[in-house]
């Protein structure tokens, strides 16, 4: 475990607390990469990997996001016992009608996205709890009440990737005004998070998306944890196996991830990670419905685990070693519904 001494250690606590007020962060940036093939496919099983579109075909979805970032001391500190513990958690939940409008020669489809339900919740570090549903009549000029029906347009491919966000400005004008201020609801319907929620399962290019099984792909994908850096990814996704489920064809198939060979630099101007000992781990796993070309259900979890620990020497006699140990966890569930 790593051990720093005391004036370390004072600093890491204050940045520790520093980013456990500053709440979880949202699901890092993607870049997509060539599929790659491994050599212990199996012949037989061999699947074409892509979505399908067709105008007016309508599907709904539910997506949800979630983020903790927990901080827990084991044992007192040595000159400021007023540094506390705690966590924050924020959870979304959107249920939404994709339908598509138009389809042009290269497959990518323009799509219109119409809000059902919307849930939000988040608990801040002092333990207090701030909820939200759509569906709840207590408060109907909430700005996230006034999301539901609202519809955004987004350009899509056939590999999952959102090409760009078309218009999102009625939807926007919608949700201004009510009874809180809107700001974080109008965040919801910036680019960058309409093409985090809908785009962030990336299949393999078109000119290389038959797969065998036992076949591989990969994207980068890069996280920020603030204060503590930042850190690239490469998603490994494999093709385990093909079922016949239903008079459909369905592909299961893994994601590990592995850190990226370069990590990414100049998130910020301080990077107090490697001060601690670091473990991560970063998983998948998509269900994709082959005959209808559609997402059945895709999953992925990142666990990132920060320990560092003062050693009982360094604070004098009959004083227990002091262990800091900070956690931030980000899950992305898509689940087709109908």
Known sequence: ???VKISHWLAIAVVCSLLLA???APL?????KPGVK???ATAGEVATLALKFSPQD???YKVTTESERSIKWEGSLPEEPTFKGGRNHNRFEMTFVQEIQ??????????KITVKEAKQSYTAKGGSTFELDSSNPKDPNHPLAKLIGQSYTIKIAPTGEVIKVVSAAEAQLAVRGGSVPPIKVLRLLNSKAIKERHGTLVLPDTDK????AGDSWSSTETFSFGMMGAESYEKIYTLNKIKDRDNQQVAIIEMNAIPASETAKGQTAFDFSESFDNTKTYTGELELDLTAGKVKEYLENLHSEWIVALPSAEQ??????VVLTMIDTRLYHLEKID
């Open 38 to 40: 491994t050599p212990e």
């Open 316 to 321: 004098g006699a009959n004083k227990e070693p």
């Open 22 to 24: 500053a709440g979880c």
């Open 209 to 212: 998306n038959r797969l065998y």
């Open 58 to 60: 309508s599907t709904t």
């Open 102 to 111: 138009s389809v042009d020669d290269k497959g990518n489809a323009t799509a």
């Open 28 to 32: 890092g940036e993607e870049t997509a």
């Open 1 to 3: 475990m790593r051990q």
